[in-house]
């Protein structure tokens, strides 16, 4: 897996509205915790951070997943977050990454 620390294109739109409290829409930034190798991984992550209470969202490029790439630029999926989750997705997905390398030991 790679790591995005730094801001990657998004060729979906990267904001959309919510529902804020007392029903205000107020606008929601994602942001890339994660690239995998296809959308299936990525979509595996999602589940995991779902797990952990953190909404997350799982995307490939458009024409990469019409035909169905799992490597190259069109192969690469993302894994999306809101601004204020990011650093909490990141740290889940560092432990795991550290608990899964300590198992392989």
Known sequence: MLNADAPQPLSEPDKTDAAGPAGEMREVRWVTVEQTPGITVAEIIVGRLHAE????????????????????????????????????ARAI????AAAMAEEEE
């Open 53 to 88: 209470g953190i909404p997350a969202r799982a995307w490939q490029e458009g024409a990469g997943e019409a035909l169905g790439l799992m490597v190259g630029l069109l192969g690469t999926g993302h894994v999306v977050v809101p601004e204020e989750y990011a650093d909490q």
């Open 93 to 96: 997905l560092e432990a795991d």
